[in-house]
């Protein structure tokens, strides 16, 4: 096999694993939202991250445990940078949950439509990288195609965009997970695995969801926390830790790796489309019209910047001309 063809394989790989990677986050993250919203019931938000993150830590130890052996639950960086991603995860879990107490749902719906856009800021301040080609194109798309699946959703809502206090708690919460996207690329060596990552920082982020919701617990923000749950929430419960955020979590991190963390926001904004789908079929739910039609312009957008990291793709994969072959020879 040539290096040509080598590097072309790769290139084509790395594309359609990144892809499937993405579409799986998606998938899972949009299947999180109607089953959170029914554990809401039990468990307030504060006291449901940590239980979430120490059941996908533990799945997660088992994982690398079977598969990676014991010498992989130490962490091969420092332990403060581990902690600091572990910070970062932390952080989006409590702003995010913190801004939806301040806010009503349109609104976080039409703040979250803006994620490819804060997650391009956050990638620009952190690494000075220019954006992808392609990208302005796509981000356009899928925010026009969340607005209207937004419109759709408040014509049957009493609740319409307005501020109350919450909005740049959900931004610095999407700004959080960015960073941590980008930092669990660039500090861990290459080598390692991204299910060992995944599970180093689940397993940190932990001291810090308790710290927060020590804090929320003695400010009177939240009760006390319910310890006896009905079995339909420990379903649910495990549903949840299993596949969005331990699964979810490793597929995103695969998907960074492989596509970069541009396309990586795109496909965040397929979360609602999926979240859609999946109630439609599993909780009996009709979508709108608005819906539906801002769902295929989300996917659009996804597409086009895929179409264009596919064609970059190729470029790069084709060899070079033959010294005797090229158009510049005397």
């Not at 299947?31 to 449901?48: E, G, K, Q, R, V």
């Not at 994982?63 to 932390?90: H, T, Y």
């Not at 009177?220 to 926390?225: A, E, N, Q, T």
Request: net charge positive; proline share 6%; glycine share 8%.
């Amino acid at each position: 096999m040539t290096l040509e063809s080598s590097s072309a394989q790769s290139g084509s790989s790395n594309f359609w694993v990144g892809t499937l990677c993405y579409v799986n986050s998606a998938f899972v993250w949009g299947l999180n939202i109607p089953l959170t919203a029914a554990l809401f019931a039990s468990f307030d938000p504060f006291w449901l991250a940590p239980l979430r993150l120490s059941i996908a830590s533990i799945l997660l130890a088992l994982a690398v445990l079977i598969s990676l052996g014991k010498v992989a639950l130490r962490s091969p960086i420092p332990i403060g940078r581990v902690l600091l991603m572990s910070l970062c995860v932390s952080c989006f879990f409590s702003l995010y949950n913190l801004g939806l107490l301040h806010t009503n749902t349109i609104t976080a719906a039409a703040i979250m439509a803006g994620s490819p856009v804060y997650g391009a800021v956050t990638t620009r301040l952190m690494t000075g990288a220019k954006l992808e080609k392609g990208f302005w194109g796509a981000a356009l798309l899928t925010i026009i195609g969340a607005g209207i699946a937004i419109y759709g959703r408040s014509e049957q809502s009493t609740q319409w965009l307005a501020l109350q206090g919450g909005e740049m708690l959900i931004v610095l919460s999407i700004a959080a997970w960015t960073a941590y996207s980008i930092l669990s690329q660039r500090w861990f060596p290459a080598k390692v695995p991204q299910l060992q990552r995944t599970f180093l920082t689940s397993l940190g982020s932990i001291p810090c969801l308790l710290l927060f919701w020590s804090i929320a617990y003695g400010s009177g923000i939240v009760g006390s926390p319910n310890f006896h749950p009905s079995a339909e929430a420990l379903r649910n419960l495990f549903i949840t830790a299993a596949f969005s955020t331990a699964v979810g979590a490793v597929t995103w991190n695969i998907g960074v790796a492989r596509l970069g963390i541009n396309a990586g926001v795109m496909w965040q904004n397929m979360v609602p489309v999926f979240a859609v789908l999946i109630s439609l079929l599993a909780f009996q739910v009709q979508p709108k019209p608005e819906q539906v039609l801002g769902g295929c312009v989300v996917l659009c957008g996804v597409l086009y910047m895929q179409w264009h990291k596919l064609r970059q793709s190729r470029q790069l994969s084709q060899p070079l001309p033959p010294l005797d072959q090229s158009p510049f020879r005397p």
